[in-house]
């Protein structure tokens, strides 16, 4: 097909009645409810992020323990024997 038929194949159609309209926008955007959800997530997942830096930052602390009593240990070992 060439650009000219194509082009005149488009001229020929027929435009769709009643012509296409943008819906109201109270239709398609979420409104208040959708505010609320989704501040409701970021709320939960805020607290999530909180709650899983603490336990990341206890086991850290609880692993450098562990390492300096792990060490104290080696050398009492070494002085006794």
């Known amino acids: 097909m060439s650009a000219a038929s194509v082009l005149v194949q488009l ?3 027929p435009t769709p ?3 296409p309209s943008i819906p109201a926008a109270d239709i398609t955007t979420p409104g ?3 505010f ?3 501040f409701g997530v970021a709320v939960v997942v805020l607290l999530l992020v909180i709650d899983m830096t603490r ?3 206890r086991v850290r602390y609880r692993a450098e323990v562990n390492e ?3 060490a104290e240990q080696a050398q009492r070992d070494q002085s006794e024997s």
């Open 11 to 13: 001229a020929a159609t």
């Open 17 to 19: 009645s009643p012509t």
């Open 32 to 34: 208040v409810w959708g």
């Open 36 to 38: 609320v959800a989704f």
């Open 55 to 57: 336990r990341i930052r």
């Open 68 to 70: 300096k009593l792990d």
